[in-house]
């Protein structure tokens, strides 16, 4: 931390926090709107068909069952750990400046928890979440180790750490 301080890291990690908060915040959205549209997952988009009697058509939603709704599950498991990869990884390669093989630990559980997702997810939508609990854990605390460290670069706070 001494480090960190000197050379002003703490901003660095201060900005990357907030790239976090804002990513949660966004997530956090998008389900709150998810329920009150009638969106389930895996789909993440409404289409709607359009003709001169568009407004009696039904919506265009993904396949969700047999071997088709199977792909889709799996390419939705892809996309949705692609679309925290960048904050996780940034977040975990800073904490790991500062604390080694416990940064190495998180994305050993990441890794765990995202392959059991990927899996459970292509075999059923319910069942994703055994999977889906470690990765936003390892996710989490690593994005809470970043926050310590700006804290403690900038040194607005004194921790016993």
């Not at 047999?66 to 940034?90: H, I, K, P, W």
Request: positive net charge.
């Amino acid at each position: 931390f001494a480090f960190a301080h000197a050379y002003g890291l703490g901003w660095v990690f201060a900005s990357w926090y907030c790239v976090y908060l804002m990513r949660i915040y966004l997530a956090i959205n998008a389900n709150g709107a998810r329920a009150p549209a009638r969106v389930d997952r895996p789909d993440q988009h409404v289409y709607r068909l359009m003709s001169p009697d568009s407004d009696k058509q039904p919506y265009v939603m993904m396949v969700t069952t047999g071997e088709v709704g199977r792909f889709n599950r799996a390419q939705r498991a892809c996309y949705n750990t692609d679309e925290s990869m960048s904050v996780f990884l940034t977040g975990l390669l800073l904490g790991a400046l500062m604390f080694g093989p416990f940064a190495t630990l998180l994305a050993v559980v990441n890794l765990y928890g995202r392959c059991r997702f990927a899996d459970l997810y292509t075999h059923s939508v319910k069942a994703r979440g055994a999977g889906f609990l470690p990765s936003v854990v390892s996710e989490h605390v690593s994005a809470a180790l970043v926050g310590i460290c700006a804290i403690k670069s900038i040194g607005f706070a004194v921790l016993p750490f």
